[in-house]
């Protein structure tokens, strides 16, 4: 052990201990053979004075390997490692020739020169940095693949999604050219129609067809008024849901907002095409109906000229079309036929007009969602329609990071944008006597998805740590060693 002693000594002679290569100059005698404090030159000491254990200079610069001088202004001065075969390090000057061994930093053991007590260990401390940056580069390299078949699938998402926008815009030029030209044909049907001699279906028919508009209606207002009433009693039971107290131990309550949780998350989307319908059909009688001049109307509705109106419309509907309206006869047959053209044509232009609006909402629906923000490569197309489930702490969450976060039935939030790593959901279930709640995912690399810790700083407002491949980069060996920690039972 003594000889190890010398060793340093002879070092010191040589180059300074402590401090670092590309320092070594400043400790270079002058032409009188005398060394000057570094920030105060006006001190001039003898070289031996350098780590003599006592402190010269108000900087410490004398004393780089040992304690001896006090930290100006209480920020640490350090001590240089070599650590030969390794990497250098620095060491707080307080933490020298104390009897520990501080090998997480000095794997040279140069930290405890006087004793020579920490024989050099950079050998085994380099065999653990070895295998610890294998092991990163294994898991890095991995994640790598599983991050880019996320961006492989984002890029199929986002151009399923281009090729359904073009479809669209495509769909929707169709149908626009086909409104106009129905637009137009209406129009010539309408004029023909006006001009041909009418049938005699009398105002009975009229009113019998306004019965039915009018059924119609009141059937609508009637299934209008049930789904306000249903809106009613679904914000009550929803307000219920987000406001009840938890800790109050009402079973019948907790039953109730446990089954709402599941009405809500299995109920299907509201359905608008039977509306659609019961409109198409009130228009389409008022088009078979409504559309003939008042002068038209002649007959005393009966049965029997009710019968032979509908006889003559359905058969109509039917029959093969004449090659041209003039080989028709001038008579009642050929006006039924014209009133059921303009009924016709109509009731096309307003299934094209529908198409259009359809095609058009779709249209600014895909445009949307290709222009959001999903981060780098578009990655969190990726994810779309995955859900992590985990639990952490008293809760289950489910995680959808294009969708939204659960809290067991509770909705945390929607997702509501990405901004670097961060993911926001907002327009959660409201808290009892708080905000709507909301959360705020940070999203760091990891090997699969998963929540690393939830914290709510504020009351509903929640931060969730979560590790996914989607945000992990390619990382430099240097980057890697960063993480590294000696682990120093196995030395
Ligand atoms: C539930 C949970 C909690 C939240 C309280 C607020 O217990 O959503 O996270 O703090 O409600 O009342």
């Known amino acids: ?217 009141a059937y609508k207002q009637q299934a209008e008024q049930h789904k306000n009433e249903l809106r009613q009693l679904q914000n009550m039971v929803a307000d219920l849901f987000a406001n009840y107290n938890p800790n109050f131990n009402d079973a019948a309550v907790k039953r109730c907002v446990k089954l709402y949780g599941e009405y809500v998350s299995n109920k299907a989307d509201e359905k608008s095409v039977p509306e659609l319908a019961v409109d198409n059909l009130i228009s389409e009688i008022s088009l078979v109906i409504g559309n003939r001049p008042a002068s038209a109307i002649s007959a005393v509705p009966t049965f029997s000229n009710m019968w032979h109106h509908y006889y003559s419309q359905i058969i109509g509907l039917f029959a093969p079309q004449p090659e041209s309206t003039q080989s028709q006869p001038d008579d009642a047959p050929r006006s039924a036929g014209n009133s059921k053209k303009v009924a016709q044509i109509s009731l096309e232009l307003k299934r094209a007009e529908n198409a259009v609006q359809a095609a058009k909402t779709e249209v600014s629906l895909l445009e949307d969602r290709l222009s959001r923000n999903y981060g780098d490569d578009d990655i969190l197309r990726g994810v779309e329609g995955e859900w992590t489930v985990q639990k952490w702490s008293e809760y289950t969450y489910k995680i959808g990071l294009l969708d939204a976060i659960y809290q067991d039935t509770t909705l945390v939030g929607r997702f509501s944008g990405v901004d670097g790593n961060v993911v926001q959901f907002s327009g959660g279930n409201k808290c009892w006597n708080g905000p709507q709640r909301s959360a705020r995912v940070e999203l760091v690399c990891g090997a699969e998805q998963k929540i690393v810790s939830v914290s709510e700083p504020e009351k509903c407002q929640y931060e969730i740590l979560f590790e996914t491949p989607l945000v992990c980069k390619s990382m430099s060996e240097e980057e890697m060693g960063k993480h590294f920690v000696v682990d120093l039972d196995r030395l």
């Open 1 to 217: 052990m003594l000889f190890r002693i010398p060793v340093f000594i002879a070092a010191a002679a040589a180059s300074i201990l402590g401090v670092l290569q590309k320092d070594q100059h400043l400790y270079s005698p002058d032409s009188d053979g005398m060394w000057h404090c570094l920030l105060d030159p006006s001190i001039v000491l003898r070289p031996e004075q350098i780590n003599d254990g006592f402190c010269d200079c108000p900087d410490g610069s004398d004393e780089p390997a040992t304690h001896a001088c006090p930290y100006p202004a209480n920020e640490p001065l350090f001590f240089y490692c070599e650590n030969k075969g390794f990497f250098p390090r620095l060491l707080e000057r307080h933490k020298l020739n104390d009897g520990v061994c501080d090998y997480d930093v000095c794997c040279d053991g140069s930290d405890e020169w006087k004793s020579g007590l920490c024989p050099d260990k950079c050998e085994q401390v380099k065999q653990q940095y070895n295998s610890y940056i294998q092991e990163a580069q294994a898991k890095v390299s991995s994640a790598l693949d599983t991050r880019k078949q996320y961006a492989e699938k984002a890029q199929n998402a986002k151009q399923t999604l281009e090729e359904k926008l073009a479809k669209a815009r495509q769909d929707a030029s169709t149908a626009t050219a086909l409104a106009t030209k129905l637009q137009q044909e209406l129009k010539q049907a309408e004029k023909d129609a006006e001009n041909a001699p009418q049938d005699n279906a009398g105002p009975g028919l009229q009113e019998f067809g306004q019965k039915i508009q009018e059924t119609l209606d």
